[in-house]
Structures are given as C-alpha cells and as structure tokens.
C-alpha cells in the first residue's frame, strides 16, 4: 500500500464502486462525502499522492462548497496545489470548462464512465507525480552542487563576510531537501527510511556545529572541512540512488 487517494464524493452506490476498483494492496483510500468535509481535509497536513473529486457534488445545509471552489482552495494551498487530480462530472455539468482550466487537473472522465479508463488515469496520474518527484530530488542535487562549488570559491579568496551568508543559506537548502525527501519517504513506506533519516540528522548536526563556529567573532572554517561536508553529503546523495530506483520501481508497478 504505497499510494494515498483522497475521494471527494457523495456517498452511495459510485463511492463504493470506486474503492472496489482502488484496491487496498495499492492504495489508501481515505473519502470525504461533501465540500465541507473535503474543505475540513484539506486545511491538514495529510495530503495526498492524487485527488480523485464528482463535479457534481450534492449542495445541502448552509454551507455549499462546490467542486469548483475545492479546487482552487487547493491551488491556494502550497502542499497540494501540485497533487494531481482526476475529475468525474456528467455532461450537464456547467463548470467543466473552468474545471478543466485549472493546471493540476490531469483528466476530466464523463460519466458514466469506463472503469478501465478511470483506472488508467489513475495510474497515468500518480506516473506522473512520482516523475515530477524524482525531477525535483535530482533538480536539488544539482542546486546543492552549485551552492558548495560557490562556498569554496569564497573560501579560498578568503571573504569571510559572503562565507558567513551563503553557509547558512546553505544549510537552510540542505534541511529543505532532507524535509522534502523524508515527508515522501514517509508517505510511500520506504523501506531504509530510518537508516537515511539517522544520516540526514548526523549531517544537520555537522552544519549545525560550523554554523556555530563561524557565528562565533573572528572564526571561520577551512575549505578542507566544506570540502569534507560536501563529500559527506555526497555520499548521502549516492544513497538516494537507492531511493530513486525504489521510486522507480514504485512507478513501473502503475501497470493497469
């Protein structure tokens, strides 16, 4: 169970169609029956790996939230403005052209629908998301690579002053890509995630610990010992090369 779906429909006979298709040994399946409740989901931190919302949501109570309104809440939200959706709505349905409008909308499937279409969306979908998820770990590496080959330049003209800056930038990016890492490590059961997170927290206490000799008055820190950092950091790199083909992996198992 390595994928997480949040099924915005009402429910009923199509609701429980749907999680019969969407298999528990591939995926967790967590519903919200109307706009409301969806809403209420989408102010937490449990996001999703693909969103699958009816158009046609049922508009009762006093508060009405539509599809349309769900979904640019969710482009206002910074964790699931990019989480890939698939739409079912019915040929009436006037807000299908604004629907299809918004950018992390993958497909739009009329119903009734073909159940072997919805499922190769679905896979489609989440294909997607873990390339444009190994994209972005590979886009980091590179901007880390970039950001140590600077710091040695200033290390060895000796501007202390833009060493002190650009190290703490440094390591604001090194525990973002940690973070970014291990939040999708997490959600997908890697299976060395707590190897790899021991290693992420050995190498935050290294920069924490230059960090705090460079804070230190007229104290800075060789070029050797950034050069060491990056090697370390490197070879933590090279274990994500495991964790890329877990992902890929993970990607050539979406065979519907």
């Not at 190994?134 to 833009?162: C, M, P, Y």
């Not at 390591?171 to 190897?195: C, G, Q, V």
């Amino acid at each position: 169970m390595h994928f997480s779906i949040l099924l915005i429909e009402p429910p009923g006979i199509d609701s429980q169609l749907l999680q019969l298709m969407l298999t528990p040994e591939k995926f967790r399946v967590r519903t919200s029956e109307c706009g409301l409740k969806a809403w209420n989901t989408i102010l937490t931190d449990d996001v999703p790996d693909l969103v699958v919302m009816d158009a046609d949501l049922p508009q009762q109570g006093e508060i009405q939230i539509t599809a349309v309104q769900l979904l640019e809440m969710m482009n206002n939200q910074a964790q699931w403005c990019n989480i890939p959706k698939v739409i079912l709505a019915s040929n009436s349905n006037t807000s299908i052209l604004k629907i299809s409008s918004v950018t992390s909308v993958n497909a739009i499937i009329l119903k009734p629908y073909d159940p072997r279409r919805f499922i190769q969306e679905v896979y489609k979908s989440l294909t997607q998301h873990i390339e444009s998820h190994i994209a972005e770990v590979n886009r980091q590496h590179i901007q880390l690579g970039t950001a140590f080959q600077e710091l040695i330049k200033l290390s060895e003209i000796g501007n202390t002053n833009d060493l002190k800056r650009n190290f703490t930038q440094l390591s604001h990016t090194i525990e973002k890509h940690f973070d970014f890492e291990e939040h999708f490590m997490a959600r997908h059961n890697y299976p060395d995630f707590i190897d790899h997170h021991e290693n992420h927290k050995q190498l935050l206490t290294i920069v924490e610990n230059m960090k705090v000799e460079m804070a230190q008055s007229g104290k800075s820190i060789t070029t050797k010992r950034i050069v060491k950092l990056r090697s370390d950091l490197f070879e933590d790199v090279n274990d994500d090369k495991q964790y890329i083909k877990f992902l890929t992996n993970l990607r050539t198992s979406l065979v519907a």
